[in-house]
């Protein structure tokens, strides 16, 4: 029996016992096509992620933010659920995990088959309008921008864990940005937490509740690298919550963990 295998089976004897809260990060998405940020496939060091200081102050950068997301929508859309997900849905649907909490964007938790999923950092498949809060499905958007940038034809490989790829500025420099059609003015954004934008609080005490009310904390695909996640692993450690992290590679959660499995999440 690998080192893996004997990890694993500590982990089914943990989690047998219920009782689980799941944080799901990006490396659980990766099986599914969407690198992560900072794991083996991770882009981190060469993409900076939009700024919601950068996106609301610049009209030019949120243009080209828009070009780029474009063309990231539509890869993010074919994404499907992976065995991760799959499995995750059915601990749950076995009685096993009492609530899921992700820092993905995706949406992939909820279309395994996931209940009640809590979303930290939003959805990418809703726009919300900055000036009136109507909001809008993200297939509504992509019609409109589709509409208003017929001769558009950028294509991008690979799409990044917030849904941005990397164009050019040739590429982006005729690209249509649209408004709300509801006030008629107002700036449209993806309905997800940027970076330096505030996950909104009532979401954070929810999260904070329900890890407070685990007898396990189980960290899926995330390196626990900003406080967004880290912090639900401090509070369960500073509970007494045993914390168990499944990630490849190293995290900045692992020095809490009871037990850490560094391994694909398919496969575990």
């Given at each position: ?7 694993i089976?500590?982990?089914v004897?943990?989690?047998s016992?219920?009782?689980v809260?799941v ?11 969407i690198?992560d940020?900072r794991?083996?496939s991770?882009?981190a060091r ?7 200081q950068?996106?609301?102050g610049d009209r030019?950068?949120r243009r080209?933010?828009w ?12 994404a499907w659920?992976?065995?991760g ?8 649907h076995?009685?096993l ?6 820092q993905?964007?995706d ?17 990418l ?5 900055l000036?009136c809060g109507?909001r ?15 001769d558009?034809s ?16 040739a590429?982006v420099?005729g690209?249509?940005?649209?408004d ?9 954004k ?14 954070v005490a929810r999260?904070?509740a329900?890890v ?8 899926l695909?995330?390196s626990?690298?900003?406080m967004?996640?880290r912090?639900?692993?401090?509070r369960?450690?500073?509970l ?6 499944v990630?490849q590679g190293a995290t ?14 398919g496969?575990?």
């Amino acid at each position: 029996m690998d080192v893996v295998t004997e990890m694993i089976d500590a982990l089914v004897e943990r989690v047998s016992a219920g009782g689980v809260v799941v944080l799901s990060g990006a490396g659980l998405s990766t099986e599914s096509g969407i690198p992560d940020y900072r794991g083996p496939s991770g882009v981190a060091r060469r993409h900076t992620p939009m700024t919601y200081q950068t996106f609301t102050g610049d009209r030019l950068a949120r243009r080209r933010y828009w070009a780029r997301s474009h063309v990231g929508w539509r890869l993010m859309a074919r994404a499907w659920p992976n065995d991760g997900h799959r499995a995750v849905a059915r601990l749950q649907h076995a009685g096993l995990v009492d609530a899921v909490i992700t820092q993905n964007v995706d949406g992939l938790h909820t279309a395994a088959g996931s209940a009640g999923v809590v979303e930290l950092h939003g959805r990418l498949d809703v726009v919300v309008c900055l000036d009136c809060g109507n909001r809008i499905s993200r297939e509504e958007l992509d019609g409109r921008l589709r509409e208003a940038n017929p001769d558009f034809s950028a294509r991008a490989g690979a799409v990044n864990p917030d849904g941005d790829v990397e164009l050019d500025d040739a590429q982006v420099s005729g690209f249509h940005v649209v408004d709300c059609t509801l006030c008629g003015t107002g700036t449209l954004k993806p309905d997800v937490v940027f970076f330096g934008e505030t996950v909104p609080a009532a979401r954070v005490a929810r999260c904070f509740a329900l890890v407070e009310q685990a007898r396990l904390l189980l960290v899926l695909g995330s390196s626990l690298t900003v406080m967004s996640g880290r912090r639900f692993v401090l509070r369960a450690a500073k509970l007494g919550i045993p914390v168990v992290i499944v990630n490849q590679g190293a995290t900045r959660g692992d020095g809490y963990a009871a037990l850490t499995v560094d391994a694909p999440l398919g496969r575990v």
